[in-house]
């Protein structure tokens, strides 16, 4: 995995007095990166508009029981389904270090309605994200059911100051051209299933489906499932099917050879390594040589930029790789996509090309979500008013191009430039210095940490024998300041 290495070399942001720049600012997307950056531009003075395709604010959060038409998302003419949620979907964090720093995403104890749960249900989130809208004005930023379908720089003056024409669309059809200042690119990534390649698979009868199509385990009732996966999701899924299926065979890319064969509580499941391959007669055969016969391949194997203009028919190898998708992004290929790494980008927001006009929020993976994407959002809107100063341009590619070689030394793939999991609160803490705000609390890392641990140790049931009563309490403590 990517070590994140701040530039040593350059002196921290000098603060500029008054009176700050205001810009008319386009974000894309209304989800938790979208929401909270609307927030702290707003918060800046900015002037937003935040460009959401869906009919309310989430992303991700809103679940919906809609499939898409391919259940494995190759079809380009297929209607892109945003949410990848399934129905029983719980958070895998705990809410207290799940939530937005300043806005605590505490249980609702009095409203009978709401989940309380510390790893609450998928709706739980998306009321939470509702009331962080409502609570920050965000809402009438936002324009609903627009797609943004360009986004292209159209003006540079000496390489400093940029505008943006944005082009978005209606569900109506109606097209709409603007310009702005700066464009802050909120996309997520978990929509573009990518699906696990083996020798025979076009021939091999049975039925596929990625995870991003899977909603409830009812369709697997009686059926022999082989899930291929090991994320979150996976796990989750397999549960869930291991109630209703016949039979769930779990593959793994890398395992342990005395953890392979029966699970050691599930009496329908069973571990295999790599899937070697699949044949016409239903049979799958596992690399250990292993042979089972089968109704259902489910990927769970990650998200994948599938296809951008001229690029239909791509398909991908391999597994666990996530891939980003700004098909609307026009940078006349000065940021560019290769191997889920999207770059150059100076500390995973900026191209030092059009810094501080065109910045991306959540793209960091292995991290809290919400809390990183807050952080990103202030640095963002500080340095657009000009608060915040960043390097130059070329010191700016040079702190890039020491971290590309950074991890071409320690023989990090590409695509974990974004992947921060070997230390999850580096950035945020350095993001933080760079805003002069409060960064992760201590007990909030020690948090992530125990979850972790308990995880790890039971994880069918991390979730509800968590139970951390010193830190809950601190947090809590720390809430109070934030809450009426
Ligand atoms: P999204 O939530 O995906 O929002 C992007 C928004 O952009 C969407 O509303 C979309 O409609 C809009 N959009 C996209 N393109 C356009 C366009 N061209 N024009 C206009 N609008 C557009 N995180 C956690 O913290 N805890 C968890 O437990 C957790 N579980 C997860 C489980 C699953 C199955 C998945 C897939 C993710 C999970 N995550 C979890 C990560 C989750 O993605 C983040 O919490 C968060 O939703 C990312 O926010 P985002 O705003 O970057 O993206």
Not at 213 to 225: I, K, L
Not at 263 to 271: A, F, G, Q, S, Y
Not at 428 to 446: F, H, T
């Amino acid at each position: 995995a990517a070590p994140f290495r701040p530039p040593l070399q350059l002196s921290p942001p000098v603060p500029k007095l008054e009176p700050l720049t205001s810009r008319h600012v386009a974000v894309i997307g209304a989800g938790p990166a979208g929401l909270v950056a609307a927030r702290e531009l707003g918060r800046e003075g900015h002037r937003v508009v935040v460009f959401e395709r869906g009919d309310q604010v989430g992303g991700t959060w809103v679940y919906t029981p809609e499939v898409e038409s391919d259940p494995l998302g190759l079809d380009p003419r297929r209607a892109v389904v945003h949410s990848s949620l399934y129905e029983s979907l719980r958070t895998n964090l705990p809410r207290e270090i799940m939530g937005f720093l300043d806005f605590p995403f505490v249980a609702r104890e009095d409203d009978k309605e709401r989940d309380s749960r510390r790893f609450p249900g998928h709706r739980e989130v998306l009321e939470y994200l509702k009331e962080f809208a409502r609570e920050f004005g965000v809402e009438e930023m936002v324009r609903f059911k627009t797609e943004v379908v360009h986004a292209g720089v159209v003006e540079s003056n000496g390489g400093d100051v940029n505008k943006w024409e944005v082009r978005s669309k209606k569900r109506s059809g109606v097209k709409v051209d603007e310009i702005f200042d700066a464009v802050v690119v909120c996309n997520g990534h978990y929509s573009q299933p990518r699906i696990a390649q083996f020798p025979g698979i076009e021939k091999w009868p049975g039925k596929q489906i990625h995870s991003h199509n899977y909603r409830v385990p009812e369709p697997f009732r009686d059926q022999v499932v082989v899930l291929i996966g090991t994320s979150s999701s996976a796990g989750d899924i397999s549960l869930d099917i291991a109630g209703i299926a016949k039979e769930v065979h779990v593959v793994f890319r890398s395992i342990a050879d005395e953890k392979l064969g029966k699970h050691p509580v599930h009496d329908n499941m069973w571990l295999h390594p790599m899937i070697k391959s699949v044949h016409r007669d239903g049979s799958v055969v596992f690399m250990d040589d292993s042979v089972i016969f089968a109704d259902v391949i489910l990927h769970c194997t990650g998200y994948a930029l599938y296809f951008l203009a001229g690029d239909r028919e791509r398909v991908w190898i391999g597994v666990h790789r996530y891939k980003y998708h700004f098909p609307f992004l026009e940078t006349n290929g000065i940021v560019t996509e290769d191997d889920d790494r999207v770059g150059p980008l100076y500390k995973h927001v900026f191209p030092p090309a059009f810094a501080p006009c065109l910045s991306f929020v959540g793209l960091p993976m292995k991290v809290i979500p919400f809390t990183v994407c807050e952080l990103q959002s202030k640095w963002i809107a500080g340095t657009l008013s000009d608060r915040i100063l960043l390097p130059s341009k070329e010191n700016m590619m040079e702190d890039i191009n020491n971290f590309y070689s950074t991890l071409e030394v320690s023989g990090t793939p590409k695509r974990h430039t974004h992947n921060l999991s070997n230390d999850p609160f580096e950035y945020g803490d350095w993001l933080a210095v760079q805003c002069g705000c409060p960064s992760y609390e201590e007990w909030r890392k020690q948090m992530f940490y125990a979850v972790a641990r308990v995880k790890k140790a039971q994880p069918e049931k991390f979730r509800d024998v968590w139970d951390y009563q010193d830190l809950i309490s601190q947090a809590h403590h720390d809430f109070a300041k934030y809450l009426p």
